[in-house]
């Protein structure tokens, strides 16, 4: 009995959300200056039963007072109605939250279950029975759960994809660190052996010198000797008496003449300090080009067709022998068979040259950076795409149509010049220059060198460049145009002052 009690009990908030008038929940309320607030009908009523206006709970007059709505308390009065009615414990039956009446109905605008007397707040939607609006509203859902589902699929899709790059990235990254040491161990073993050369050098030199000079002291040491003992010599027959030593004074004068050459200082006995520090940095750099090489251009592995594998020195591509498991990432050619140069050109002049060999089919030229990477496209001019190629024994311009080429003799080098300057793209023979087409265009973005090794055992690789080092003669021609300037100066002021 308790329990029924306090459940037939209003609520707190209910309590609040009554008129204290009708008792009932708000309908329409208006608010007064003194902050009570009432069903507008029963204020209306509440002042035509007294005949005074004024507040029916703190009897303040209101005469020239107009009340207005309070929306804000209106707008609460609903949600409480709407979930009181949405909501009922097990066992009851769920009433609309409006008007207390069983829903039987299911408005399809709106989607919401309705009463009887709602149907008039409905006017003009379409109503049908809750059974029949029940499979719309599956149907509905379902297709939304089928593209959730879908989503759901995509997005693991997308999980593994980026499982499996952390994983590439990571032997990447274990795969360059190793090359990065190769190559250091490899100028390290350079500077070794260049330092024990330099330093057997300087060794080789230093015992000669010092031999040299061992030879020397010996010489000098046996002649102090020699003249020691002569002096002695002399000393002790001048001790004889003077008779004697008379007598013996002329063979005296003779022993006593030194005739062989007195030491000399000699130049270059010194060790060559400055031959061996001198520019010792720069002469180790000059000679380094010949353990090292120099490439204009290279390729980007990240680009590259999973179709084909690079050398270690991203110089040289060739078919793999199949595909390589390797990530989708947006930069990558797949299924076209191409990778691109690392560096993209937007202003300046390169040139490169790049084997082709004996391959029967290949492409070689540039491209625009948003160059189609993920489906195949025909390789024009109009595509962004400037190249020239071997297909079928035929050399072909790629230009839109394709311009056959006539070439003296098969090429095994093609050298490709691009001047981003003048917008242009040439081809040359490299083994004797003969210039095999050029491609005219005013590139609107940044190019980058392609390559299209088609899948061939035969690798098409870059050429390195010869290395020219011209520190020197750039700083010497420098100080010369420098000192030239300042000694036409005087001249000019010594012009200028006649004429003025």
Not at 9 to 15: A, C, M, Q, V
Not at 228 to 241: C, H, N, P, T, Y
Not at 344 to 355: K, Q
């Amino acid at each position: 009995m308790a329990d029924y009690e306090m459940a037939e009990r209003p609520s707190l908030l209910e309590e609040d959300l009554s008129c204290p008038v009708c008792r009932d929940i708000y309908k329409e309320p208006v608010l007064l200056s003194c902050t009570h607030s009432f069903c507008q009908a029963c204020l209306e009523r509440s002042w035509e039963q007294k005949g005074v206006r004024e507040c029916p709970v703190c009897r303040k007059r209101c005469d020239a007072e107009q009340p207005i709505p309070n929306r804000a308390l209106r707008n609460t009065c609903e949600s409480f109605q709407k979930e009181k009615g949405n909501w009922a414990p097990s066992g009851f039956e769920v009433l609309c939250g409006l008007h207390r009446r069983e829903l039987q109905l299911y408005c399809i605008k709106d989607e919401e279950p309705v009463c009887i007397e709602c149907v008039t707040l409905h006017c003009g939607h379409e109503l049908s029975p809750l059974d029949r609006g029940v499979p719309g509203c599956k149907d509905e859902l379902n297709i939304k759960i089928k593209i959730l589902e879908d989503k759901l699929e995509l997005y693991k899709r997308i999980k593994r994809k980026y499982n499996d790059t952390s994983e590439h990235i990571k032997v990447q990254a274990q795969q360059t660190e190793a090359q990065i040491k190769e190559e250091f161990a490899k100028l390290h073993q350079f500077l070794d052996e260049e330092q024990e050369g330099r330093i057997a050098d300087l060794k080789s030199e230093e015992e000669k010198k010092k031999q040299i000079m061992k030879d020397r002291i010996a010489n000098v040491t046996r002649d102090i000797a020699t003249l020691s003992e002569l002096i002695q010599s002399v000393k002790r027959e001048m001790g004889a008496d003077d008779l004697t030593f008379l007598q013996k004074f002329q063979s005296l004068k003779r022993r006593a003449q030194w005739l062989a050459d007195d030491p000399q200082n000699v130049p270059g006995m010194l060790i060559n300090v400055a031959g061996h520090l001198g520019s010792l940095r720069y002469k180790i750099w000059e000679k380094m080009e010949s353990c090292v090489s120099y490439f204009p251009v290279i390729m980007d592995p990240n680009t590259a067709s999973p179709w084909v594998s690079l050398s270690p020195d991203l110089n040289s591509v060739k078919d793999n022998g199949g595909r390589q498991s390797l990530p989708d990432n947006i930069e990558r050619f797949d299924p076209c068979v191409f990778v691109l140069g690392s560096q993209g050109f937007t202003t300046g002049r390169v040139r490169w040259d790049v084997y082709v060999g004996d391959n029967p089919k290949w492409i070689l030229g540039v491209c625009k950076e948003s160059i189609v990477r993920k489906r195949r496209f025909t390789v024009t001019t109009t595509a962004g795409v400037w190249t020239i190629g071997l297909s079928k024994g035929i050399y072909s311009a790629l230009s839109t149509p394709r311009t056959p080429l006539t070439l003296q003799k098969k090429p095994e080098k093609i050298r490709v010049k691009l001047n981003m300057d003048k917008g242009e793209v040439s081809f040359f023979d490299s083994s004797d220059g003969s210039h095999i087409c050029t491609f005219t265009e005013k590139f609107s973005e940044r190019v980058f060198p392609l390559f299209g090794p088609g899948l061939h055992s035969t690798p098409m690789s870059i050429d390195p460049a010869k290395v020219i080092i011209r520190a020197v003669q750039c700083q010497h021609i420098l100080q010369t145009i420098c000192r030239n300037f300042l000694a036409i100066i005087p001249i000019m002021a010594m012009v200028m002052k006649i004429y003025l």
